[in-house]
Every structure is written in C-alpha cells, then in structure tokens.
C-alpha cells in the first residue's frame, strides 16, 4: 500500500476499507500548499480561458462533422450531468498527493497542458458543435452561462481529466483496491461520451486532448521522485 511499511507483499492490493482509512491523512499532508496551489491555478487558468473563449482575435475555423460526432446525437438534459462531473476528480484527486514533489510535478503538467491548449485556442479558434437557439433548461442552461465558446480544440474537458487520472495512478501505483480502475475508467469514459452528447466538443477534440494529456504526463514524471526520511507527513504503515 502507498506508504505503508516494506514489508507489505510487492504487487498485493488493499483493501477498500483500508485504502479509505488512508485517504484523510493523505488530504491533510501540505493541506496549506494544496489550498494554496488550488487557488492559483483556478485563477491563472481561468481568466487566459475564458479571455481566448469568448473573445478570438484571430479568425475563427470550422470543422466538419466525423462519423462519430454524426452518430452520437444531441442529448444535453440528462449528458449534461455527467460532463459536469469532471470537476469532481480534477479538483479531488490532486489532494491525495502525499508529497510536495508529486503536487510540483502535477501543477507543472496542469500548467504545460493549459498553455499548450491556449496556444492552439489563441491560432486556431473552433467553435464547438452545440446546434444554436436551443431551449434547453436546468443544468445546461447553467452552463451555456459560463460556456467559452471558441476553446474547441484540443479538449481541456478530456485533457484535464486524463491528466489528472493519470496522476491519481501514479499516486496509487504501489497498490489500488479491486474494482477502482475499472470504476475510474469507465466514469472517465462516460465524461468524454457527455462531451459529444453536449456537443461541446468534436470528437477530434476528445482524441487531441487525451493525447495531449498522456505527452504531458510522460514528459513530467521521466524522473522519479525518491520517498526520503525527510517526508513531513509519512502515511500510517499497515497492520
């Protein structure tokens, strides 16, 4: 188990109950770095976001429609609920970081991926897909509000939940319970569905950021971190 003692079996997986005992103290450990660095990174991505969503300066693209984004129709009332549940790992799983290395490596990708995104925003600005004068209440209204029209592609929807899944992998990788990546996939797979089904984004915008994504957390983590005696908040080892 992450952090546990060494005499754990190599490759043996936890338990739920005792994965979830971990989880606590793994929140608290550098809860003030975390708080810290939530807060800037929600401000540093959002205003370049929503500056190059609703305000292109370069001449707008659009793409034609794939088989894909043909077949999977427009269906936002009941989709758009699982598309907003992205923020739920994005903003959850950076938390259960143990170390200060493992939060610097993630914002380091947080923050390659973003920018390269916002190039590409700023160049080639692309509407997304969603039909027009659509009367569609509740939670998509909600996000039609807010909504950057013209950050279309690569997918920061899909990048950043495959980013940061891979993070929470790499957090875990010395054992996860039985169940978890499969569970993980599979609510992954339906958010990057929800993304088609909002018509929020082209499918080629799903397989750009997912690529993008996987680039981003090959090149950050090519070097280790090594656990040392140093580590402020060592985890509980196993009974």
Known sequence: MPGGS?????????????WLAELP???????RIKALLAATIAFLFCVPYFLLGHYPVLPVHELPLSAIDRVIGFRPTGWVWVYQSVYVPVNVIPWLARRREELERYAKG???VSLVSFAVFFLFPIPAPKPTGVDVGGMYWLLQL????????????????VYTLCFG?????HG???????ACATWAAL??????????????DI????????TVDAVVWRRRPVATAADPTPLPAES
């Open 6 to 18: 060494s005499s754990s079996p190599p490759g043996s997986r936890p338990t739920w109950r005792k």
């Open 25 to 31: 103290v793994r929140v608290r450990a550098h809860w």
């Open 110 to 112: 947080f923050a390659i």
């Open 146 to 161: 807010y909504d950057a029209d013209y950050n279309s592609l690569p997918s920061l929807h899909a990048g950043l939940l």
């Open 169 to 173: 992998r790499r957090l875990f990788e």
């Open 176 to 182: 996860r319970p039985a169940g978890l990546d499969v």
């Open 191 to 204: 958010i990057l569905y929800a993304t088609l089904a909002t018509k929020e984004h082209y499918a080629v």
């Open 207 to 214: 397989a750009s950021g997912v690529a993008l994504a996987l």
